[in-house]
């Protein structure tokens, strides 16, 4: 009987969190200790969880912080305010604004704001150009964790056909760039799929890998997936569920039933955020040594 293969992050995560511990004692050898910023509009309980584990990693290993919280009734003008004051901050190294935004907020007003030497995720303009044109200052995390997946696990991208599910530019676009990219990690043949995609399943079923980040509980079932896909489930979405908490973590993927046909799949939770987090403390690390002149071992 075939064996489907667990894409795992955690392993990996520890990995790429020995590199930082490493290069931030190389850091410190310097006398320089980064320092990350952060910007949250949002009350979602998830984004909230996940910015209070970024914080958590980041103290965890020696990584200054400071945190901008914001409500999301708040006035555009005050998340203006809050992302110039630590993009301006001399102490402040690295800069990361949590997104989705409200919908009264000009995405682009911040994108501006944000300075591309401080940028971790590909938020500023000048960033996100460079890595679409092949000469990326930084990978964003996410995506960063679906390539470091797929390479650990001889996933090959190569001549394969990816489709990816979603189109937000935190993840999908970036994603889809480095997928497309000639060299390792890359030269894939590339489908993007969103909300107007006229049946998303003949989609799907193309592909030789499948990468979703749709934000959807269980939007692909098993009837949507062929035999032996490679599945990489970045969402991690809380639905009600009878349980001492009243929910239960649940991906893109319908995991029970799509596990069965596929041939690699990430576990949701464990898959992409560990290593998630893990590549926010990677960038820092990176921005953080460009900013200083400190040669660090994975730096760019």
């Known amino acids: ?20 511990q490493t290069d931030l004692g190389t850091l410190r050898a310097h006398g320089v200790r980064p320092t990350l910023g952060t910007v949250l509009m949002s009350d979602d309980d998830a984004a909230v969880s996940f910015m209070d584990r970024k914080h958590e990693r980041c103290d965890a290993v020696g990584v200054r912080t400071k945190r901008a919280d914001l409500s999301p009734d708040d006035s555009a003008a005050a998340l203006y305010d809050a992302v110039e ?19 009264h907020v000009d995405a682009g007003a911040v994108r501006a704001r944000v300075p591309p030497a401080k940028d971790i995720d590909c938020f500023a303009p000048a960033t996100l150009g460079r890595l679409v044109a ?19 696990y001889d996933v090959e991208t190569a001549g394969r056909d990816v489709v990816v599910v979603g189109r937000t530019t935190a993840i ?5 760039n480095l997928l497309l990219a000639r060299g390792p990690d890359g030269d894939a043949t590339v489908t993007v799929c969103h909300t107007a995609t006229r049946d998303l399943a003949a989609k799907t079923r193309t592909a030789d890998i499948l990468v979703t980040a749709a934000g959807t509980p269980r939007l ?22 009878d349980t001492e908490r009243g929910y239960e973590l649940v991906g893109d993927v319908d995991y029970e039933r799509v596990e069965s046909v596929a041939g690699a799949i990430t576990p949701v939770p464990g898959g992409v955020g560990p290593l998630t987090l893990a590549f926010v403390l990677r960038n820092v690390v990176d921005v953080t ?12």
């Open 1 to 20: 009987m075939r064996e489907t293969t667990l894409l795992r992050g955690r392993p990996l995560a520890d990995d790429v969190l020995d590199d930082v």
């Open 85 to 103: 004051r630590l993009a301006t901050d001399d102490e402040v190294n690295a800069l990361f604004v949590q997104v989705p935004l409200p919908d």
């Open 134 to 152: 092949g000469d990326p200052l930084v990978v964003p995390p996410t995506p960063a964790a679906v390539l470091k997946l797929l390479s650990a």
């Open 172 to 176: 999908c676009k970036p994603l889809a």
């Open 220 to 241: 692909v079932d098993a009837s949507m997936v062929s035999p032996g896909v490679s599945v990489v489930d970045v969402s991690v979405n809380r639905v009600p569920a």
């Open 289 to 300: 040594a460009r900013q200083t002149g400190v040669d660090v071992v994975d730096g760019p």
